[in-house]
């Protein structure tokens, strides 16, 4: 069965860094394509990005509105999912998912974790 | 960038009946790239239907998706108390942004 973990949600300033972890097992880690998508209080979901895999060459993309300000990456041998998000604005407020999918349909998500709440407050 | 509109907003119907939910996308979403969620409160989104109309593994026959193009529907039949929920298309074609439709809630009339 494949779990997905996210940690390292907090409150922060406007303008300040966070960095969330996505703790992965029961998956072949490193082929996985692997996305986060946020959810603000009582508002729908946002696709924030993705990493692909090894596979097919770890290609990231990223929403428009986090492009430039959040980085993806991933530690394969570690089975680990990262998220850098800088710059951060009030309207980064959110619950955060780690999210993967598989098949031939990787961008359908069928794994979800529990979700890291982020609040960028001053 | 796709962008997904969810009709109704709200849809309010009694157990046992049937609801249809529609999700209209800007452009035609290739290969039918079109995925529904169901989400209740204080959960994660749970997948119910990928490739416009086939089933996530467990996810029973009373849900079931349609469409093609730009045009897409969601059907329950039979509601039961645990469906009503929140359901949220979403588009994954390839080389775009996935993107997610505005949700309908489904509540109880």
């Known amino acids: 069965e494949v779990q997905l973990v996210e940690s390292g949600g907090g409150l922060v300033e406007p303008g300040g860094s966070l960095r969330l972890s996505c703790a992965a097992s029961?998956?072949?880690?490193?082929?996985?394509?692997m996305s986060w998508v946020r959810q603000a209080p009582g508002k729908g979901l946002e696709w924030v990005g993705r990493?692909?895999?090894?596979?097919?060459?770890?290609?990231?993309d990223y929403a428009a509105p986090v492009k430039g300000r959040f980085t993806i990456s991933r530690d394969d041998p570690k089975n680990t999912l990262f998220l850098q998000m800088n710059s951060l604005k009030t309207e980064d407020t959110a619950v955060y998912y780690c999210?993967?999918?598989?098949?031939?349909?990787?961008?359908?998500?069928?794994?979800w974790g529990q979700g890291t709440m982020v609040t960028v407050s001053s | 960038e796709i962008v997904l509109t969810q009709s109704p907003g709200t849809l309010s119907l009694s157990p046992g009946e049937r609801a249809t939910l529609s999700c209209r996308a800007s452009?035609?979403?290739?290969?039918?790239?079109l995925a529904w969620y169901q989400q209740k409160p204080g959960q994660a989104p749970r997948l119910l239907i990928y490739?416009?109309?086939s089933r996530a593994t467990g996810i029973p026959d009373k849900f079931s998706g349609s469409g093609s193009g730009t045009d897409f529907t969601l059907t329950i039949t039979r509601l039961e108390p645990e469906d009503f929920a929140v359901y949220y298309c979403?588009?994954?074609?390839?080389?775009?942004?996935?993107?997610f439709g505005p949700g309908t809630k489904v509540d109880i009339k």
């Open positions: 999210t993967t999918g598989s098949g031939w349909h990787r961008d359908a998500f069928d794994v």
């Open positions: 029961g998956v072949t880690f490193s082929d996985a394509w």
């Open positions: 990493i692909k895999g090894k596979i097919d060459r770890g290609t990231i």
């Open positions: 452009q035609t979403v290739s290969s039918r790239y």
């Open positions: 490739g416009a109309s």
């Open positions: 979403q588009q994954y074609a390839d080389s775009v942004p996935v993107t």
